[in-house]
């Protein structure tokens, strides 16, 4: 099928790369110049695993080509995915503009037939707006249908999820675009759920907030084990063992971030303010969240007293491992901390550096080419991301390297009787601090 992405990004370009993966004809459309330019130079802008294998296999076999005019992806789709960003804005409420400005853009030049797909995350609600909007700019009176079809990919294995996703979720009311949307996803193989639009919508923000509650449910344990003396990854491992609850996302750690979960969840609760439903619960996982990194940053003042002119290391600046994005990585927010405090913070990530670099809050941390280089001569080491070359570091090397063996893992890399025996001061999360025996 011949199908276009609107937006460029993180889940725009893994889609259309996918999408061409399987068959399809894709163009990606993007309204940054230097974006477009890169991509059409072969050079991938962000860092997915596997992404840029995907992308020059599908350019090369002509499947897959990029552009900056939505003109001439709408003309050459039958399905139009969007694909832009959806931010939060201060109340916490999202910023639609974007959405409206492509739906607007697509209605001036829209000429036959053709299903329009949020592909976006967006309050429920949001496809009708767009309907409503093209209708209004459909200077042709072309048919076309909207669709929801919110994306579920993790960053960090996002083409993974692209290729082999846990469902595929179809909100539209008309039976022309369902069945166009099931042969567009038939190659993937993947369970369908087709729905209405106001439901598709839902289900991405309900999924996430969930996802946000696990992790607050796991963190507010850690700090009942912190102040009772059990181990959280025990307790997770015997809550998790249970089928009806499940292992993933009970890691406990320094909170959740990045560019979806913090947004998010904050637009389901303004959401459900405006519905006249408030969803009170999803303000005490952001307080827990909050509190997490507070408590993390305590721990670390507790420990070292005074942070002015101290020499810390920061490994990971991310808000995750596997990717270079650090759009609301708590990472950040703690170097910005620590560096407010007076400390002189040398930090290291895997594929974040180049990002970094432009963040004004941090521009006063030193960026160390190597985790080792990072940590020579440090008083302390935080962990902020759990990258496996992290956990896989030689900690006698480490060890020999600082100047004071204080590691703050934010992440639960380390088994603490381990760093004990080796002789460091060891502080993680949920688990007894460890002094060097
Ligand atoms: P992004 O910022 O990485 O990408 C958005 C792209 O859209 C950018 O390249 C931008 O230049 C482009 N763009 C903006 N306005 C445009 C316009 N008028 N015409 C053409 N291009 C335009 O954002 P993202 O992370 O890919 O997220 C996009 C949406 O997907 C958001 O709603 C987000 O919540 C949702 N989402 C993100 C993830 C994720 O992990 N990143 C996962 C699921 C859903």
Redesign the pocket.
């Known amino acids: 099928m011949e199908l276009s992405i609107?937006?460029?990004?993180?889940?725009?370009?893994?889609t259309g790369a996918c999408f061409a993966d399987v068959g399809h004809s894709v163009v990606c459309?993007?309204?940054?110049p230097k974006?477009v330019e890169t991509l059409q130079a072969g050079k991938v802008?962000?860092y997915e695993p596997g992404l840029e294998e995907v992308i020059h296999r599908n350019v090369s076999a002509g499947r897959l080509r990029f552009t900056?005019s939505?003109k001439d992806g709408v003309d050459n789709s039958q399905v139009i995915f969007i694909?832009?960003?959806?931010?939060q804005q201060p109340s916490g409420e999202?910023d639609l503009s974007?959405?409206e400005?492509?739906a607007r853009?697509i209605a001036n030049v829209l000429t036959d037939y053709r299903v329009i797909v949020d592909?976006?995350?967006?309050p429920v609600k949001t496809g009708e707006k767009v309907a409503e909007s093209i209708k209004r700019y459909n200077r042709h009176g072309a048919e076309f249908d909207v669709v929801s079809n919110?994306?579920?990919?993790?960053?960090g294995c996002?083409v993974a999820d692209l290729m082999h996703p846990d469902r595929i979720v179809i909100g539209a009311q008309s039976d022309k675009a369902i069945d166009l949307m099931k042969k567009v996803y038939e190659p993937f193989m993947a369970p369908m759920l087709v729905t209405d639009i106001n439901s598709a919508e839902l289900i991405?923000h309900a999924a996430?907030s969930f996802l946000a509650l696990k992790i607050s449910y796991i963190n507010a344990v850690s700090s009942i084990c912190d102040a009772s003396g059990a181990d959280i990854e025990k307790v997770a491992d015997g809550i998790g063992m249970d089928r009806r609850i499940g292992r993933s996302f009970l890691h406990a750690g320094i909170g959740y971030g990045?560019?979806?979960f913090p947004?998010?969840i904050a637009a389901f609760i303004k959401i459900s303010e405006q519905l006249g439903v408030p969803f009170d619960l999803l303000k005490e996982v952001q307080r827990i969240n909050a509190a997490q990194r507070e408590r993390f940053l305590k721990t670390i003042r507790d420990t070292l007293w005074v942070l002015r002119e101290k020499k810390i290391a920061v490994w990971g600046l991310t808000f995750k491992p596997d990717t270079d994005?650090i759009?609301s990585s708590v990472a950040v927010d703690l170097v910005a901390e620590m560096l407010r405090e007076g400390a002189h913070v040398v930090a290291y990530d895997p594929k974040g550096m180049d990002n970094a670099r432009s963040v004004a809050a941090i521009a006063k941390a030193e960026l160390a080419p190597s985790a080792l280089a990072a940590i020579e001569g440090a008083e302390a080491l935080v962990i902020a991301t759990e990258w496996s070359e992290f956990a896989n570091v030689d900690l006698a090397l480490l060890k020999e390297k600082m100047a004071t063996p204080i590691v703050f893992d934010g992440r639960n890399l380390f088994d603490p009787k381990t760093m004990a025996r080796l002789g460091f001061h060891y502080h993680s999360i949920g688990r007894a601090s460890a002094k060097p025996r």
């Open positions: 609107i937006g460029s990004g993180y889940v725009g370009l893994v459309v993007d309204n940054d974006k802008p962000i900056g939505i694909a832009v960003p959806t931010p999202v974007f959405i400005k492509v853009e592909k976006s995350t967006v919110p994306e579920f990919l993790r960053e996002a991405k996430n990045g560019s979806c947004k998010d994005d759009r």
